[in-house]
């Protein structure tokens, strides 16, 4: 897992594979359809695609004489998942600092937690 989401990042650091993930967000599109509105080659465009490929953003497939590539939206569930820990674990760090600073007077002194800072600390 953590191998995957390595890879993911690290495929989502350029800001063209970025912008390709959103277009393909959109609809699929061929090579050439995605290579159209950028100022490079069409290999340098499947280079960019195989990134996100390995990564498994991408996946291609075989309709008729074209192949689509389509994007992978379960690896956004992995990386929701990721992100969503840390997010967590953040706001209850935030939780507690305002609940100190919330119990601090003017002269920087902090009182002991009443009953009602341990109820609201509970709630959040």
Same mark, same amino acid.
């Given at each position: 897992?953590? =191998?995957?989401?390595?890879?993911?990042?690290?495929?989502?650091? =350029?800001?063209?594979? *970025? =912008?390709?993930?959103? *277009?393909? !967000?959109?609809?699929d599109a061929t090579v050439g359809e995605i290579a159209e509105p950028y100022d490079v080659s069409v290999q340098a465009v499947s280079k960019h695609l195989k990134v996100l490929e390995s990564a498994g953003l991408v996946s291609r497939t /075989?309709? !008729?004489q074209r192949r689509p590539?389509?994007?992978?939206?379960?690896?956004?569930?992995?990386?929701?998942?990721?992100?969503? *820990?840390?997010?967590?674990?953040?706001?209850? *760090?935030?939780? /507690?600092? =305002?609940?100190?600073?919330?119990?601090?007077d003017d002269d920087g002194a902090v009182r002991p937690p009443t009953q009602d800072d341990r109820k609201r600390g509970a709630a959040s």
């Open positions: 897992m953590e =191998d995957q989401l390595s890879r993911v990042f690290a495929a989502l650091a =350029d800001p063209t594979r *970025r =912008d390709i993930v959103a *277009r393909l !967000a959109v609809r /075989r309709d !008729a590539c389509h994007l992978e939206a379960e690896v956004f569930d992995l990386m929701t998942k990721w992100i969503e *820990r840390y997010q967590k674990e953040a706001e209850e *760090r935030f939780s /507690r600092l =305002d609940d100190l600073l919330g119990r601090m």
